[in-house]
């Protein structure tokens, strides 16, 4: 059983955490968060650190309670540090252009694609084959990088196209790959 739930969220130097019935509001250096969570759960500061208890062991509450810890603990390094995550173009010829506060993509496609990130989150074109989505909420950049990647996810067979940092691309082997060789 794992017991995330349990351990403390230390709360760093510049974060205010603000605690309303099961309303939670986490104020720092790069914005403000807020959040609701269950009722049954119950939020505490002590000692510079955030605690979650629950109100007994039943499988509701214990599933709740490291979901609840782990939550929190992202609205709190999101506010203080913040998250980025990292987009490679694959092919030739594709590439991403920042333009103002959107950014223009060409990935094989007819026209390019306009990318408008939603508020709170920014992409910025690092380099021609290299994205940053990046913000203060992991769950909104997440699934900006996400929508992003969906554009033009890597392709099976040759491995273009967009694809996280560091993310393993298997590729299929072609016609002339199969096994058996060529017919005679």
Known sequence: MSRVGESP?????????????HELKVKG???????????DLKFEIKDGQLLVSRPSDAKLYRA?????RSLAANM?????????RYLDIVGVGYRAQASGN???????????????????????????????????DK???SETAAKVR??????????????????????KAGKAGRAGGKKK
């Open 9 to 21: 969220i230390p709360l760093p130097q510049g974060v205010e955490v603000e605690i309303k019935g």
């Open 29 to 39: 250096p790069k914005g403000e968060l807020q959040r609701s969570f269950n009722p």
């Open 64 to 68: 709740l309670h490291g979901l609840t």
């Open 76 to 84: 709190v390094e999101g506010v203080s540090k913040g998250f980025d």
């Open 102 to 136: 959107k950014v223009i993509l060409q990935v094989g496609y007819s026209h390019p694609v306009e990318v408008n990130p939603p508020p709170g989150i920014a992409i910025t074109a690092e380099a021609p084959n290299r994205l940053k989505v990046s913000g203060i």
């Open 139 to 141: 769950e909104l950049v």
């Open 150 to 171: 969906a554009i033009r996810p890597p392709d099976a067979y040759k491995g273009k196209g967009l694809r996280y940092a560091g993310e393993k691309v298997r590729i």
